[in-house]
């Protein structure tokens, strides 16, 4: 079972950057469905804890990082939705990731927002990066303490996202948030903590 830590607000520091279209209301009008994708992830290992790990291992590691990131985010997302304080729907990520596994998808870098958009047939998409000092799911954390021994609260979590329009691709909102300190149980947790303020400026919701 996974250690469980507990995010200590007084000893923590945080660093928030937002940004909303300022036709966000009016661009969003017509926005019916959005989705998330995996998120881009990043877990930052100190040299002990590399060396005993393959490139394989990490790639993997950082893959169920991503994706673990994903669904707490819909997670959080689809809290919001039934106590109706979401607008639009979300479009669930197993048809998501269906969908970008279908059409060979692999590295999203590669595809602009309106192509990844366009191609779940959604109106706007969820997209971002995280990175990390330790993984935060269960069974990264659990395969990462096994593997290299390691165990402990994550230092320091940075979260970039970004809602970019279906159409031309047009970002619509960016929110940055990196936070330092004793980081909660799980990215369930994590999202609560990395989310709680930004929802009060995201155009989506009430």
Do not use: C
């Not at 819909?74 to 729907?89: E, I, M, N, Q």
């Not at 692999?106 to 779940?120: G, M, P, R, V």
């Amino acid at each position: 079972m996974a250690m469980l830590f507990l995010f200590n607000l007084n000893s923590a520091l945080a660093q928030t950057n937002l940004y909303q279209h300022p036709e966000f209301d009016q661009k969003t009008a017509d926005h019916k469905i959005i989705a998330i994708i995996p998120f881009d992830a990043s877990v930052n290992l100190r040299p002990k804890q590399m060396k005993d790990m393959s490139p394989e291992q990490m790639t993997n590691l950082e893959k169920d990082e991503g994706l673990s990131i994903q669904s707490a985010m819909y997670s959080w997302f689809l809290k919001r939705k039934k106590r109706g304080d979401l607008k639009v729907d979300l479009q669930d990520p197993k048809r998501t990731n269906a969908l970008l596994a279908k059409a060979e998808i692999t590295d999203i870098k590669l595809h602009t927002s309106e192509e990844i958009a366009q191609l779940l047939n959604v109106d706007a998409i969820i997209s971002g990066t995280f990175e990390t000092d330790k993984p935060m799911s269960d069974g990264a954390s659990i395969a990462l303490g096994l593997l290299v021994g390691f165990w402990g609260s994550t230092n320091t979590a940075v979260i970039n996202m970004s809602v970019n329009d279906a159409t031309e691709g047009e970002l619509l909102w960016n929110y940055n948030k990196k936070v330092r300190g004793s980081l909660g149980s799980d990215n369930d947790a994590l999202i609560n903590t990395l989310m709680r303020k930004a929802s009060r400026r995201l155009g989506y919701t009430d």
